[in-house]
């Protein structure tokens, strides 16, 4: 058990100092934007959401510019979202979503981590499936009431819509983004942050030497430059 701790606590310690990471990200999420629909966040709705994460991440005002004005340039390359899906060890299901510039170079990549950590690349199709692709807006708690917010927004998309110490959040399928967004946007209610998640829909509990070895891959997967997020269907709650 002291093993499994002290690999855990490395781990978040990981996590912790992967503001870089979060940061380029979100320098991707801008150039895709963009290269979309403009550098105008008044009338390029993915700019503006990709702008209020970059804020709830305390990212540089300046470093937001900046990245607006590089994804403005013509010289500048486009991202494409690429999907991965595999095995890692002791039968759990990993979803890796990507975005890169060079597939060739992505593919070998991902391709490596796997089997460096004794895990499985999968064909198209093979895990999706066992994840539920949704979106989710979070924004502040003063003055709205979590349960009217949810009837008052079913009709837009909404499934579920609860509070937590940090504000409001509210889910919904990943189709209904656009129309949750543009609601909120209406009423004038600010939007702190706002994203996508795909969420298992079965997890499978491991013993905490199991838990190591499927950490291993999702580690390796994480400090790639190209992978944006990564999802699993290990089950993470504490006993």
Not at 12 to 27: E, L
Not at 168 to 174: D, E, H, S, T, V
Request: glycine fraction near 6%; charge should be negative.
């Amino acid at each position: 058990m002291g093993r499994a701790f002290e690999f855990r606590k490395a781990r978040k310690m990981k996590r912790w100092s992967a503001m870089a990471k979060a940061f380029t990200r979100i320098g991707k999420d801008i150039v895709m934007a963009v290269k979309e629909g403009g550098p105008d966040p008044d009338t390029n709705s993915r700019l503006r959401a990709v702008i209020q994460n970059s804020k709830a991440l305390n990212m540089p005002k300046d470093n937001v510019d900046r990245a607006i004005k590089r994804a403005s340039d013509k010289s500048q390359g486009d991202y494409k979202i690429v999907l991965f899906e595999g095995y890692a060890p002791h039968g759990i299901a990993v979803l890796v979503e990507t975005a890169t510039d060079n597939n060739n170079r992505t593919v070998a990549n991902v391709r490596m981590h796997f089997s460096k950590s004794d895990g499985n690349l999968g064909t198209s199709g093979s895990v999706e499936f066992m994840f539920d692709h949704t979106c989710n807006f979070r924004i502040n708690s003063e003055g709205h009431d979590a349960e009217e917010l949810e009837l008052e927004l079913i009709d837009f998309g909404a499934e579920e819509v609860f509070e937590d110490e940090d504000g409001i959040l509210i889910y919904a399928p990943f189709e209904s983004f656009g129309a949750i967004q543009k609601e909120l946007e209406n009423r004038e209610i600010e939007i702190l942050s706002s994203g996508f998640e795909r969420i298992p829909q079965v997890t499978k509990k491991l013993s905490p030497e199991e838990v190591i070895d499927v950490e291993k891959l999702l580690d390796r997967l994480e400090e790639d430059d190209d992978v944006q997020n990564v999802y699993h269907t290990m089950d993470e709650s504490e006993d």
